[in-house]
Nanobody, 124 residues
Framework: QVQLVESGGGSVQSGGSLRLTCIVSGLDWTLYALAWFRQAPGKEREALFCLNFGGGNVTYSPAVAGRFTPSRDIENPATYLQMNSLHPDDTGNYFC?????????????????WGRGTQVTVSS
């Protein structure tokens, strides 16, 4: 059974930082691309980044590229999202997702496997 479990969310003040973690199980994680998405209240889900196992990331959201940094563990089935300079517009539920092979470049990107998300709340 494929499982993706996010953690690390919480409540921070504007300008603060958080580091999210996603642990993957139930699949050969070396064959899968891993991605980060978010969904703000009342808005559609937004793709942020995708990371291939062998390198070569895709940035879907230029708006966060200068503040958020994704990474992927090459020894463990995990991906991380370091978020700095958070502001209230970053509030939302953050998800990780997985798909076989490489990161898609179409918009919106399709991923068949999802975690349940971790909530991030940024107060002003």
């Amino acid at each position: 059974q494929v499982q993706l479990v996010e953690s690390g969310g919480g409540s921070v003040q504007s300008g603060g930082s958080l580091r999210l973690t996603c642990i993957v199980s139930g699949l050969d994680w070396t064959l899968y691309a891993l991605a980060w998405f978010r969904q703000a209240p009342g808005k559609e889900r937004e793709a942020l980044f995708c990371l291939n196992f062998g390198g070569g990331n895709v940035t879907y959201s230029p708006a966060v590229a200068g503040r958020f940094t994704p990474s992927r563990d090459i020894e463990n089935p995990a991906t991380y999202l370091q978020m700095n300079s958070l502001h209230p517009d970053d509030t939302g539920n953050y998800f990780c997702a997985a798909r076989r092979d490489s990161c898609p470049r179409e918009s919106p990107p399709f991923f068949p496997f999802w975690g349940r998300g971790t909530q991030v709340t940024v107060s002003s």
